[in-house]
């Protein structure tokens, strides 16, 4: 049975963003390039809620869903396309520091709602709802679906839940709030099976997808303090595995459970010298700080950015800032512990 939700305090901004939703009748959402499981949850979860309110909506994507999130409801009918053509009444962009980072173009020309947890946002809409405190997008938007009086169904509550649970590294980050475990809490009283949602998540892997893991893990490097470890793959070596890069997603986090790595830098070759870099830290190990050099963000515990020039130096300079980072966390804690 559906169950009724409860939410957190409101905010003006939320508040403009339901009221304008309210008003208008033909949304078109988007989210970031390669959509991770907050990106297409928080998306999925709108669409379900502006459906049940009797609303028009299209969503669009440049990038097509990772694989093992194909088995939930409303994936496969995600449009992949890097334009539209009509708009709607609004655009509801999900997790995107900025609208180029859709990879849509088009939406420009819609009113834009932006809905970001991320720092860095460029407040790029006609209505900007930015919350660093939530945990994953998609606590914004359960948040949004209460307050337009929609009745949390499975439909909504399984994405909410495939996206906390995906952003937050299986409930491991650091932004995890009391909050956090209240929806999850409300996600699976209105239905959602968590045994199930974590088997069709993470065990669902392709042979291809197990050889590449085993291909990088192999070729893992440490520095000499094997503080941070580094992470490589090309094409050549997915395609020799029989993966794709999406076959990668949550491959970074393994590093981390060993004791002494404290952070894990994973480069993926984009193309000659121009790679995309993913980061993965422990505790308070500020990556995002690294991220934001690049002109990337994220979290502190898991952000992303660009990168170009050969491998050799691009990974010497970001093994060193995230040695910075691990130092000045080090020293922090040293200093707070001598105070106590």
């Known amino acids: 049975m559906p169950h009724p939700m409860t939410t957190s305090p409101s905010s003006a901004a939320r508040q403009q963003a339901a009221d304008e939703i309210r008003r208008r009748q033909r949304f078109v959402l988007s989210c970031h390039v390669r959509p991770d499981g907050d990106a297409l949850g928080s998306e999925l979860a709108m669409a379900y809620a502006l459906r049940a309110l009797g609303k028009q909506v299209r969503i669009v994507n440049r990038d097509p869903a990772p694989p093992p999130l194909m088995a939930f409801p409303g994936v ?11 708009p709607g009444d609004a655009v509801i962009v999900m997790e995107s520091g900025t609208l180029s980072r859709t990879g849509v173009t088009g939406l420009e020309r819609g009113f834009i709602i932006n ?14 709802w930015f919350d660093v405190s939530a945990a994953a997008c998609a606590e914004m938007v359960f948040d949004l679906v209460a307050d337009l009086g929609v009745t949390l169904t499975p439909e909504i509550a399984v994405h909410v839940y495939v996206a906390i649970l995906t952003d937050t590294g299986s409930f491991h980050h650091s932004s995890i709030s009391p909050r956090t475990f209240d929806i999850a809490r409300q996600c699976t009283e209105a239905g959602v099976d968590p045994p199930a949602v974590a088997r069709a998540v993470f065990d669902s892997n392709s042979l291809g997808r197990l050889k590449l893991f085993g291909a990088v893990l192999s070729g893992m490097e440490l520095d000499p303090s094997e503080r941070v470890a580094t992470l490589f793959v090309d094409r050549t070596l997915t395609s020799d595995c029989g993966g794709t890069y999406e076959d990668t997603e949550g491959l970074i986090n393994l590093p981390l459970t060993v004791k002494t790595i404290q952070a894990v830098v994973f480069f993926k070759e984009e193309g000659p010298d121009d790679w995309r870099v993913s980061m993965r830290s422990k505790g308070d190990v500020d990556i995002n700080a690294v ?24 990974k010497q300079a970001f093994q060193q800032k995230i040695l910075e980072q691990i130092e000045q966390c ?11």
């Open 330 to 340: 080090t020293a922090s804690s040293s200093s707070t512990s001598r105070k106590d």
């Open 291 to 314: 991220a934001r050099a690049y002109g990337g963000g994220g979290h502190k515990n898991a952000s992303g950015c660009s990168a170009v020039g050969p491998y050799g130096a691009v």
């Open 115 to 128: 809905i970001d947890h991320h720092l860095g946002n460029a407040m790029y809409g006609a209505v900007n």
């Open 76 to 86: 496969a009918d995600i449009e992949i396309a890097g334009h539209v053509d009509d």
